[in-house]
């Protein structure tokens, strides 16, 4: 059984960094797309951040120059780095798992498995 794990979630004050991380487990782990979703209240789950099994990695504007996606496959795990935080980053934040690879990385139609959340506040 596939699941998904996420940490590192937390409240922070913009211009602060947080690092979340989600654990892997039961998935062809070095295979496939990884990916990192947030959603806030009120508004559709957005794709923000993927990792391929190429190390291809895919941005969506709002973050571009300040978060980062990496993989560590000894330890099945995912990461997010996030630098420059805004208030508008404020959201619960998801990591997912995809069994195919073709599509459009950043979208949540491509993936198969989710974690549960991990909620970042960010304050001005």
């Known amino acids: 059984q596939v699941q998904l794990v996420e940490s590192g979630g937390g409240s922070v004050q913009a211009g602060g960094s947080l690092r979340l991380s989600c654990a892997v487990s039961?998935?062809?782990?070095?295979?496939?797309?990884l990916g990192w979703f947030r959603q806030a209240p009120g508004k559709a789950r957005e794709g923000i951040a993927a990792?391929?099994?190429?190390?291809?990695?895919t941005y969506v504007d709002s973050v571009k120059g300040r978060f980062t996606i990496s993989k560590d496959n000894a330890k099945n795990t995912l990461y997010l780095q996030m630098n420059s935080l805004k208030p508008e980053d404020t959201a619960m934040y998801y990591c997912?798992?995809?069994?195919?690879?073709?599509?459009?990385?950043?979208?949540?139609?491509?993936?198969?498995?989710w974690g549960q959340g991990t909620q970042v506040t960010v304050s001005s």
């Open positions: 997912a798992a995809a069994t195919q690879t073709s599509g459009d990385p950043l979208s949540p139609a491509l993936y198969n498995y």
């Open positions: 039961g998935y062809g782990y070095s295979s496939h797309c």
């Open positions: 990792i391929d099994s190429d190390e291809r990695r």
